[in-house]
């Protein structure tokens, strides 16, 4: 299995997630287990999840982006997100890629980690 943590050049690859996929949400619940360190919160429910993408081979691609082009763990978040989702019975193969576009904002955020993080 591999995943490639480089950004997407051009134009930003955000499509459908594939919801009706036997996998899809075993895939969500991986990404939950994923957590930036700096923030107590998992990368779904941040919003950083921009794209879960499951062919009919059980080959699995997320786009997803970070908090900030800066983050300090940039170049290790999606091999986590990788190492999350590979373990997944019937998962063939795992590409995390890197967005900026769109970039990040706090009304991505689901309304849990609103609650978490006290902006409601």
């Known amino acids: 299995m591999t995943h490639q943590p480089e950004p997407l050049e051009g134009a930003p690859l955000i499509a459908p997630s594939t919801v009706d996929h036997p996998l899809y949400d075993q895939?969500?619940?991986?990404?939950?287990?994923?957590?930036?360190?700096?923030?107590?919160?998992?990368?779904?429910?941040?919003?950083?999840?921009?794209?879960?993408?499951?062919?009919p081979e059980n080959e699995v691609t997320v786009v997803m982006s970070?908090?900030?082009?800066?983050?300090p763990v940039a170049g290790e978040m999606p091999g986590w997100v990788a190492e999350a989702i590979e373990p997944i019975p019937g998962v063939k193969q795992v590409d995390v890629k890197l967005t900026w576009e769109p970039p990040w904002g706090m009304d991505m955020m689901s309304d849990e980690a609103r609650l978490e993080l006290g902006f409601m």
């Open 66 to 71: 970070l908090t900030a082009p800066g983050c």
């Open 27 to 55: 895939v969500v619940d991986a990404c939950r287990t994923v957590y930036d360190p700096e923030i107590p919160v998992n990368i779904y429910e941040l919003g950083l999840v921009y794209t879960i993408d499951i062919t």
